[in-house]
């Protein structure tokens, strides 16, 4: 049994002070501050008048932070299922921009937010918690509808390949990089809790995924082993 959106929640609001750095928060996340700069600036070359920027799954604010270092004065929403999450978010964005920042509690599958609001949509780290088809499904024509048009959503995810094969070579690979990180024990904990809590799909599907509910175009910026940075274009 996957874990509840409930458990999820209540591991995050236990979380907060490893997730608002981002070299210890993503430890297991191979090349995740490579992710973060590539999808980052890649968001501020499609858009860079953006004025909105929204950012999913927003954990401790480190996106939004990244993002502002780059498109500064950005108005911010910020948008988790963590409460103590949203509130070091709001903490670290609100000194950092000049624009308006707000909160959003809650599931992403749920987000009631304005049509056409949003220059730019990050997702670090979070659509991997989404289960079935349907939820992904719903959760890709959401956010697609809360873009501008010209806008992007940018994602920084773990990922699945599709032939079971390959997919088992490249967990297996991961499991050794994990090893090399803490050993035996580590390795064997984390890919536990991966299978507990995650339900990640592949770089493939989510593009796919985009262009079926209206992306005009789609991107892959990076990919090492079960680690992703893509995107797509309204
Ligand atoms: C791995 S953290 C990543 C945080 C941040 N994006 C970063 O990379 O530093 C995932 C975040 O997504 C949030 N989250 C998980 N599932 C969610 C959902 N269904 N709706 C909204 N937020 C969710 C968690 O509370 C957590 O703060």
């Known amino acids: 049994m996957k874990s509840t959106v409930a458990e999820i929640r209540e591991r995050f609001d236990n979380d907060v002070e490893r997730f608002a750095n981002l070299e210890t928060g993503q430890q297991s996340t191979i090349d995740a501050t490579v992710s973060l700069e590539l999808i980052t600036e890649a968001a501020k070359n499609i858009v860079p008048t953006a ?20 498109l500064p004065g950005l108005h911010c929403t910020l948008a988790d299922l963590s409460q103590p999450m949203l509130n070091k978010a709001f903490e670290r964005v609100s000194v950092q921009t000049t624009g308006g920042v707000q ?10 937010l304005p049509q056409n609001g949003f220059d730019i949509i990050l997702a670090g ?5 989404l289960r079935d088809d349907e939820d992904w499904q719903t959760t890709f024509s959401k956010l697609y509808s809360l873009l501008k048009p010209g806008g992007c959503l940018m994602i920084s995810d773990l990922v699945t390949q599709d032939d079971q094969r390959l997919d088992d070579y490249i967990w ?16 064997q904990k984390v890919l536990d809790y991966i299978a507990k809590e995650d339900s990640p799909r592949s770089v493939t599907y ?3 995924l985009m262009k079926e509910v209206g992306f005009s175009t789609t991107e892959i910026l990076h990919k090492n082993l079960c680690f992703a940075a893509f995107g797509g274009i309204k």
């Open 51 to 70: 004025t909105h920027l929204l950012d999913i799954g927003c954990g401790a604010g480190n996106y939004s932070l990244k993002m502002l270092s780059k």
């Open 103 to 112: 909160t959003h509690h809650g599931d992403i599958r749920e987000l009631s």
């Open 125 to 129: 780290a979070v659509l991997h918690h």
């Open 172 to 187: 297996n690979e991961y499991g050794n990089y994990l090893e090399s990180l803490g050993g035996k024990e580590y390795r």
């Open 206 to 208: 989510q593009l796919n």
